[in-house]
């Protein structure tokens, strides 16, 4: 995506996080939140994966859940503690 596109989607997006600050019915707030998806979809922050590297999605996975676990397991205790606070 090149600069001047990205550049025209957080415009979008900053817009759209405006009008759900503002938004004074649940339809203008409806509308405004289906706005900030758009732009985060365009922005490729939401939405379908677009990448095809055939690692499974892990996300909203704990480390410890995921096939991160032997890492997880091999860190001193501390930062493991430190990862679930």
């Known amino acids: 995506m090149s600069e001047t596109i990205r550049h ?6 900053m817009s759209a996080r405006r009008a759900v600050r503002d938004a ?3 339809d203008d707030l409806k509308t405004a939140r289906d706005g ?3 732009a985060k979809e365009a922005l490729g922050e939401r939405g379908d ?3 095809t590297d055939g690692a499974p999605d892990e996300t909203r996975k704990a ?3 995921s096939s991160y676990a ?3 397991e091999n860190l001193p205790e501390e930062d493991r503690k ?4």
């Open 49 to 51: 994966v677009w990448w």
């Open 63 to 65: 480390p410890w859940n």
């Open 70 to 72: 032997e890492w997880w």
């Open 24 to 26: 004074q019915t649940e």
């Open 8 to 13: 025209g989607h957080v415009k979008a997006l």
């Open 82 to 85: 430190k990862g679930r606070d």
């Open 36 to 38: 900030v998806q758009s």
